[in-house]
C-alpha cells in the first residue's frame, strides 16, 4: 500500500460515527474498511456506532450480512478494523430500542458508550467522518 502515514509526532484520531445498519447493507463496509485502513496508516481511530449501527454488533448479525451479493462478510470488516488497531463504541441509548441486551454483543466491542461519551470523542477528535 502506497501513501503518506503520519509521523511520530503526528498522531491523529478520527472518529467515524456509523448509524448504518442491515436495513442499509450496501453501506455497513464502508466504514469499518476505512477505519483499518487509517488505523494501518497510524491514525488513532474510534468507530462508534449509533442508531441502527448497533444491530451489526448483535451476535450473528453481521456474521450473515453482506455489503453487497457474493461479497465478504460484514463480521470481516468488523475483524479487519480491530486487527488494524481501531475501537469499537456502541451506543448504550440505542440499544433498547433495537431489544439488544449488553451480553448479545460480539467480542469485537470495545466499549458501550453514552451519548455525553460521543459528545466527549467529538469535541476532542482531528477528524471526524458519518457514515
Do not use: W
Amino acid at each position: 500500500m502506497s501513501g503518506h502515514y503520519l509521523e511520530d509526532d503526528e498522531e491523529k484520531q478520527v472518529v467515524i460515527v456509523m448509524t448504518s445498519g442491515p436495513s442499509t447493507a450496501h453501506r455497513c463496509a464502508t466504514p469499518f474498511y476505512l477505519g483499518a485502513l487509517l488505523s494501518s496508516m497510524d491514525a488513532e481511530v474510534k468507530i462508534f456506532c449509533t442508531m441502527e449501527a448497533v444491530r451489526l454488533m448483535q451476535k450473528g448479525v453481521a456474521e450473515n450480512l453482506s455489503a453487497m451479493e457474493g461479497g465478504k462478510r460484514v463480521i470481516e470488516f468488523i475483524r479487519d478494523a480491530k486487527n488494524a488497531g481501531a475501537e469499537i463504541h456502541v451506543c448504550r441509548p440505542a440499544l433498547p430500542g433495537y431489544d439488544i441486551p449488553a451480553e448479545d454483543l460480539i467480542e469485537e466491542v470495545d466499549h458501550v458508550a453514552s451519548a455525553g461519551d460521543l459528545a466527549d470523542l467529538i469535541l476532542s477528535t482531528d477528524r471526524l467522518l458519518f457514515f
